[in-house]
């Protein structure tokens, strides 16, 4: 029992009380049917009062600097009395029992910031879970004040497209080894970011930075664009040396304020909460799928049978599928 009432949480979330905020979104975490209950409620209260930040997600391979470059742009932009607040999404988190934002070592100093927040990884069994759990946080962040979100995702799986999905946003934070076949990093990666940031441009790096970001450059070149009133940019920066922050910072207002104009920002929004309802739909299809009675009993038997090729997935499915229930009228 969280013994409070749903007052309680948006009256706190609403004041930006940042012990009611952490408690609203460690309700949205729980799986307690109550606790699943009445964040329902909770969010839905809330809705009317988000929408209003500016959303970001970072991507990039370990050890680009993301959580550094967070630390750095973040506390560029506190000084400057914006709101940040950071999220994760890192599917491996509950595994390694640390999270990304559990090495709060690197965001000390936001950390402590009253004009930040920061939230690790929820512990989450699937990816998609985590991700459900971080988009509505956003919402509650966005009811509290904040007037930029951070997410930041490792490059595993299908972390990527998950807040790719859910922020206005997006920038891969790339490493200065130029050469090594653009680093590894996915073709579909490359599209779906707004910016490229090439970090730790300082020092003995700064020269392979230049070269990686040339590169970059060249490679972004080859790719239709995805909106006509916007052109992929390359940026150096160095997170430690704190360079090249003010670029990025133009970068996200610069788009922001285009994005406005033409409508695109809204529109994205728009498609991304249709892609969310069909994503909570799939999700609870296959949830109450794999609970129903006359499924369960037949599940594991058929999945073994179709793994040891006595049946064929396609007979399995229609099995299954008919035990789950008849189609209805279409
Ligand atoms: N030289 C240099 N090193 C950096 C920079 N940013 C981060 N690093 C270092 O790169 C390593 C990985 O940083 P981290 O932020 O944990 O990367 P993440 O895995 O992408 O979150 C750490 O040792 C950082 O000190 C930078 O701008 N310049
Ligand atoms: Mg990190």
Do not use: C
């Not at 029992?1 to 009611?20: A, C, K, P, W």
């Not at 988009?135 to 509650?140: A, M, N, Q, T, Y």
């Not at 739909?281 to 049978?305: M, N, P, Q, W, Y």
């Amino acid at each position: 029992m969280t013994g409070y009432q749903i007052n309680h949480y948006l009256q706190g979330v609403l004041d930006g009380d940042r012990r009611m905020l952490a408690k609203t979104i460690t309700l949205l975490e729980s799986t307690r049917l109550q606790d699943v209950e009445q964040a329902g409620r909770v969010l839905s209260a809330l809705l009317p009062h988000s929408g209003g930040a500016f959303r970001v997600g970072i991507t990039g391979p370990p050890g680009a600097g993301k959580s550094t470059f967070i630390e750095a742009i973040g506390m560029h932009l506190v000084r400057q009395d914006r709101r940040v607040a950071v999220l994760a999404v890192d599917p491996s988190s509950s595994r390694s029992g640390g999270s990304l934002l559990g090495d709060k070592t690197r965001m000390n100093e936001l950390a402590t910031h009253p004009g930040a927040f920061i939230r690790p990884s929820p512990a989450g069994k699937t990816l998609g879970g985590v991700a459900r759990k971080t988009r509505e946080s956003i919402l509650v962040l966005e009811a509290a004040g904040f007037d930029t979100i951070i997410v930041e995702t490792v490059g595993v799986g299908q972390s990527e497209t998950m807040v790719a999905g859910m922020v206005d946003f997006f920038t891969l934070l790339a490493l200065p080894n130029a050469g090594d076949d653009l680093q590894g990093i996915k073709r579909g990666i490359m599209e779906m970011a707004d910016a490229i940031v090439v970090n730790k441009a300082d020092g003995f790096l700064l020269e392979s930075a230049k070269q990686a970001a040339r590169m970059l450059g060249n490679a972004l070149m080859l790719q239709t664009p995805v909106s006509p009133n916007w052109e992929i940019p390359v940026l150096l920066v160095s997170a430690l040396k704190n360079t090249g922050l003010q670029e990025y910072q133009n970068t996200l207002d610069l788009f922001r304020d285009r994005m406005e104009a033409s409508g695109e920002l809204e529109e994205k929004r728009r498609r991304q909460a249709r892609d969310w309802m069909w994503e909570l739909i799939d999700d609870g299809l296959k949830r109450r799928f794999t609970a129903h009675r006359d499924v369960r009993d037949r599940l594991s038997t058929l999945e073994r049978e179709v793994t040891d090729g006595k049946v064929t997935p396609m007979a399995a499915a229609d099995r299954l599928l008919a035990a789950f229930g008849p189609e209805g009228p279409s």
